[in-house]
């Protein structure tokens, strides 16, 4: 029963361009959306979050859009950077204790 | 840096002994939590403690057992180790923010369990 999915295991992009990494989810109850980003043998470090009642949230070069009606939500890199290359993940919860997380998807910014 | 220290990083096992991972946190956090990762399936969280001798379970309880006598230390014990407990386990603290309570992860710990 995975509530929360992202479909695309990789994902290439080149320098300066965008990188566009996409969640679905089921649970309508879900209230609370994040992204993580993981480099190798490193735990997950918190990236952004969005709350249930806004759209959007932008920290520098990293935007999430969320649509509640479609139960996506999106995370934007703006310019993508080689740093960037790493797993993300997605993750959603109800409540502060029970967070569904993604099984990742695998960024590669080239030079 | 949230603080949050695992032991032992790696660790190898045989199948059907006991196993503990240690995770000890700084910062006095009241929320602890432990999770798997394994591939094609994300972070899955196995238990979490909301204070001392407060604990419940989480996704994936089967087969673990936490317990946590001081606020700082939150142990994950495998009673008797299968293979299938072969993964990277994470603990994760929640740090309140003005807006979120957001999770923060320690380094891990590789366990294979043969």
């Known amino acids: 029963d995975q509530q929360v999915k992202q479909n695309s295991p990789s994902l290439s992009v080149q320098e300066g361009r965008i990188s566009i990494l996409n969640c679905d989810y089921t649970?309508?109850?879900?209230?609370?959306f994040l992204w993580y980003k993981k480099y190798p043998a490193e735990g997950p470090t918190f990236l952004i979050s969005i709350s249930s009642i806004k759209d959007k949230n932008e920290d520098g070069r990293f935007t999430v859009f969320l649509n509640k009606s479609a139960k996506h939500l999106s995370l934007h890199i703006v310019p993508s950077q080689p740093g960037d290359s790493a797993v993300y993940f997605c993750?959603?919860?109800?409540?502060?204790?029970?967070?569904?997380f993604g099984a990742g998807t695998r960024l590669t910014v080239k030079p | 840096d949230a603080g949050i220290t695992q032991s032992p990083r790696h660790k190898v096992t045989e199948t059907g002994t006991p196993v503990t991972l240690r995770c000890h946190q700084t910062?006095?956090?009241?929320?602890m939590y432990w999770y798997r990762q394994d591939p094609g399936h994300g972070l899955r969280l196995i238990h979490y403690?909301?204070?001392?001798?407060?604990?419940d379970k989480g996704e994936v309880s089967d087969g673990y057992s936490v317990s946590r006598s001081k606020t700082e230390d939150f142990l994950l014990t495998l009673e008797s180790a299968t293979s299938s407990q072969t993964s990277v386990y994470f603990c994760?603290?929640?740090?309140?923010?003005?807006?979120?309570?957001?999770?923060?992860f320690g380094p891990g710990t590789r366990l294979t369990v043969l």
């Open positions: 993750a959603a919860s109800a409540n502060n204790n029970d967070m569904r």
């Open positions: 994760a603290i929640t740090r309140t923010s003005a807006d979120y309570n957001e999770q923060f």
């Open positions: 649970n309508s109850m879900f209230d609370y």
């Open positions: 910062e006095n956090h009241r929320y």
């Open positions: 403690s909301y204070g001392v001798k407060d604990t």
